[in-house]
């Protein structure tokens, strides 16, 4: 599982609360992503990360932000939770070797905002 | 801009049928294609990359340029094949994927 994990595995939360989610690597890889999974969307990117303090937005970054402060851990937050973000999120890394590496996923994180 | 789009959201077959999953990309320079697969609410695991051009679990993919396709087949399908596939693809510079809209794919008993 290329040592990835996320937390929390399941969240409910209510409109306008804030909400981070945490993404843990042990592999030492440069690059994390956090995507989100909707029926009829497949997989979209929302940010990633390309080394430590170093973030860039995706195609569906509006309403959330990211932190990376250090290699292994990734941040995923929502200022400010709205329905239309609910979803499951799923984290990714890679380039331990290279920018060409394969992507490896964590078990995702199902959000609920009521 | 780079899009993969896969037409079929759900493909039903029998087991041992054969199953072929479209995937067809939009890209102007020469992309690397993948399959990965998630099975019942598990992670996405990658299932094949073009470049390595091998034979995972019975399934093959070949990068067709001229049609701009990257369609994953197995000659006969299993019940543990039953699972949804994503085709991705990831352009000549830097690491992101553009993800097709999956396909849910089901193999009858």
């Known amino acids: 599982d290329a040592g990835i994990t996320q937390s929390p595995r399941h969240k409910v939360t209510e409109t306008g609360t804030p909400v981070t989610l945490r993404c843990h690597q042990t592999?030492?890889?440069?690059?994390m992503y956090w995507y989100r999974q909707d029926p009829g969307h497949g997989l979209r990117l929302i940010h990633y990360?390309?080394?430590?303090?170093?973030?860039d937005k995706g195609e569906v970054s509006d309403g959330y932000s990211v932190s990376r402060s250090k290699t292994e851990d990734f941040l995923l937050t929502l200022e400010s939770a709205t329905s239309s973000q609910t979803s499951v999120y799923f984290c990714?890394?890679?380039?331990?070797?290279?920018?060409?590496?394969?992507?490896?996923f964590g078990p995702g994180t199902r959000l609920t905002v009521l | 801009a780079q899009r993969v789009t896969q037409p079929e959201k759900l493909l039903s077959v029998f087991k041992g049928a054969p199953v072929e999953l479209k995937c067809n990309y939009s890209?102007?320079?020469?992309?690397?294609l993948f399959w990965y697969v998630q099975y019942s609410r598990q992670r996405l695991q990658l299932l094949l990359r073009?470049?390595s051009r091998e034979s995972i679990k019975g399934f093959t993919a070949d990068l067709n340029k001229g049609e701009t396709s990257f369609h994953l087949k197995k000659p006969f399908a299993q019940e543990e094949d039953s699972a949804m596939y994503y085709c991705a693809l990831k352009g000549t510079s830097g690491s992101r994927l553009t993800f097709g809209e999956g396909t849910q794919l089901t193999v009858n008993p």
């Open positions: 990714a890394i890679s380039g331990l070797v290279s920018v060409t590496d394969t992507q490896y």
């Open positions: 890209y102007s320079g020469s992309p690397e």
């Open positions: 592999e030492n890889h440069r690059y």
């Open positions: 073009h470049i």
């Open positions: 990360s390309y080394g430590v303090k170093d973030t």
